[in-house]
């Protein structure tokens, strides 16, 4: 009776779960396909945001329970990993444990549900990294229609997404801690524009400085551009207060060395005093302070220059020739806030400026540029597999059909996972306005019958349709990313058999 009892408070809380997953993968289903709608959020101050990207929906959507805040930090690896994908790796977890609890009702023991689930994953990623194809040129046309999609068919978008790409380049683009996405950006009456070189959101730190330099000669200071510091207790003393004199007389002339090395362009760390302020106005150097890690390191690389120290100053003119970047110009856009550096004598780079005509859109179109540009760039490192639903519709079947040849009751868990895959292609038919059921099964027998994994639904018809003529595509390496991701999390919401309260601090 005891194990009875036992068994029954572990499908209700199986149950309890299921419904708190499915209750969270409801508040993002309505947006994927091409058919797929907005989410209004507001807070509780009024503010809007209006959105299909389902990583900022789940993020800002208020959620307490923990098997669905674990399928939330599921859109949040699949936005680290690869910046797309965010609403299919949700939908695919969620999905994935309502067909292991139906599985596990039906009285499949949990750790052969489990057990199956994880091989039937493995399968499927297995045949996803064998279809990939790869691509060749960065002149491919797959790579627009990828950013095209990725980029909600917003085709301003798409086209200067693939020209930042041309311009960065493939081996860049390929490099493990570089994120395209970062390059992009959005602005209240902005032009769409690509900008050569480096954009930040910026002021020169006096009206007096200059607002537009050519033949750029850039110091990138990791530091304060001022005297090196000597504390109260020392200048106390005769010997801390020779020191400090020192260090001003010593500060005076590594500011003339700017002058000498033919400095006109200072990028600063932290805050510049104000004897550097004014010897730098007079001496027609723009001085940019409090500048971010990233942006200083994305100028660095892209002018050639070497990041100083303060104390650094106190070398030669020889030595310091050494950390000087270069660029053909720097100017500041005083209606945007922004200062531009282009066309730097390092390696090169792309800022993909976004324009937007309200503040409210600002966010959202920078959200589409981002998710285009991941696309792309998982494309350029994994090749591309057919979209629209159909390659999971494909991995399906061939999952069904591995099914008939395992033995043992894995099988069942191998079956959930088959069962899943449908989700995706069965939710974008839904949002196009057709029968799940029926479309699902008519894009299933056509592949089956054409022995192709690329057909599809045309989603205006209803009819079938081959996507890679379509030219409806996604990255491999998001379908890839997204199907581990739901796999892993699925299988932890099904392996809780209890949920406990922990005590608070105080008590």
Do not use: W
């Given at each position: 009776?005891?194990?009875?009892?036992?068994?029954?408070?572990?499908?209700?809380?199986?149950?309890?779960?299921?419904?708190?997953v499915q209750a969270v993968a409801s508040s993002v289903e309505g947006t994927i396909g091409p058919k797929g709608l907005d989410t209004?959020?507001?807070?509780?101050?009024?503010?809007?945001?209006?959105?299909?990207?389902?990583?900022?929906?789940?993020?800002?959507?208020?959620?307490?329970?923990p098997a669905a805040r674990m399928v939330i930090n599921i859109a949040r690896a699949q936005q680290d990993k690869v910046g797309d994908g965010t609403t299919t790796a949700t939908l695919l977890a969620a999905a994935l444990v309502s067909e292991g609890a139906s599985q596990v009702s039906r009285g499949v023991p949990v750790a052969k549900v489990i057990s199956g689930i994880r091989q039937g994953i493995t399968k499927a990623v297995g045949i996803?990294?064998?279809t990939a194809v790869r691509i060749t040129s960065m002149d491919d046309e797959k790579l627009y229609h990828i950013s095209l999609i990725a980029g909600r068919e917003h085709e301003d978008i798409a086209h200067l997404i693939m020209e930042g790409a041309k311009l960065i380049g493939?081996?860049?683009?390929?490099?493990?801690?570089?994120?395209?996405?970062?390059?992009?950006?959005?602005?209240?009456?902005?032009?769409?524009?690509v900008i050569h070189g480096v954009l930040m959101n910026q002021r020169p730190l006096s009206k007096e400085m200059p607002e537009q330099i050519e033949d750029v000669k850039l110091l990138v200071l990791g530091d304060a551009l001022a005297p090196e510091e000597v504390d109260d207790e020392a200048l106390g003393t005769e010997r801390g207060f020779q020191r400090y004199l020192d260090l001003k007389e010593g500060y005076t002339c590594n500011l003339q060395k700017l002058v000498a090395l033919g400095i006109n362009t200072v990028v600063v760390e932290k805050s510049c005093d104000s004897i550097a302020e004014e010897f730098c106005i007079d001496n027609g150097i723009m001085v940019l302070h409090r500048v971010s890690?990233?942006?200083?390191?994305?100028?660095?690389?892209?002018?050639?220059?070497?990041?100083?120290?303060?104390?650094?100053?106190?070398?030669?003119?020889?030595?310091?020739?050494?950390?000087?970047g270069r660029a053909k110009r720097v100017e500041f856009e005083e209606t945007l806030g922004q200062v531009r550096i282009m066309h730097g004598a390092g390696k090169p780079t792309a800022t993909m400026l976004i324009g937007a005509s309200t503040e409210e859109v600002v966010g959202e179109r920078e959200r589409i540029a981002k998710d285009a540009a991941s696309a792309m760039q998982a494309c350029i490192r994994a090749g591309y597999l057919p979209g629209g639903g159909s390659i999971e519709i494909y991995l399906s079947h061939q999952i069904e059909q591995w099914r008939t040849s395992l033995k043992g009751?894995?099988?069942?868990?191998?079956?959930?996972?088959?069962?899943?895959?449908?989700?995706?292609?069965s939710q974008m038919v839904q949002n196009a306005g057709f029968n799940p059921l029926e479309?699902?099964?008519?894009?299933?027998?056509?592949?089956?019958?054409?022995?192709?994994?690329?057909?599809?639904?045309?989603?205006?018809?209803?009819?079938?349709?081959?996507?890679?003529?379509?030219?409806?595509?996604?990255?491999?390496?998001?379908?890839?990313?997204?199907?581990?991701?739901?796999?892993?999390?699925?299988?932890?919401?099904?392996?809780?058999?209890?949920?406990?309260?922990?005590k608070s601090e105080e008590e």
């Open positions: 009776m005891g194990e009875n009892k036992t068994g029954e408070e572990r499908l209700s809380t199986l149950l309890h779960n299921v419904n708190a209004m959020l507001v807070d509780e101050n009024g503010n809007v945001i209006i959105t299909n990207d389902g990583v900022t929906i789940l993020e800002e959507m208020e959620v307490k329970h996803l990294e064998k493939e081996a860049k683009m390929l490099e493990n801690d570089f994120r395209f996405s970062d390059l992009v950006t959005a602005k209240e009456g902005a032009d769409n524009e890690k990233a942006d200083r390191q994305r100028v660095a690389d892209h002018t050639g220059a070497r990041t100083l120290k303060r104390t650094g100053l106190n070398k030669s003119v020889d030595e310091l020739t050494r950390y000087i009751m894995e099988g069942f868990g191998v079956e959930a996972v088959a069962n899943a895959l449908r989700k995706p292609l479309k699902v099964e008519m894009v299933k027998a056509a592949q089956v019958e054409s022995g192709t994994n690329s057909v599809g639904m045309d989603f205006d018809t209803g009819r079938c349709a081959d996507m890679l003529q379509a030219g409806v595509v996604d990255p491999a390496l998001v379908k890839i990313h997204a199907l581990k991701t739901a796999g892993e999390v699925s299988q932890a919401i099904l392996r809780i058999h209890t949920i406990i309260r922990m």
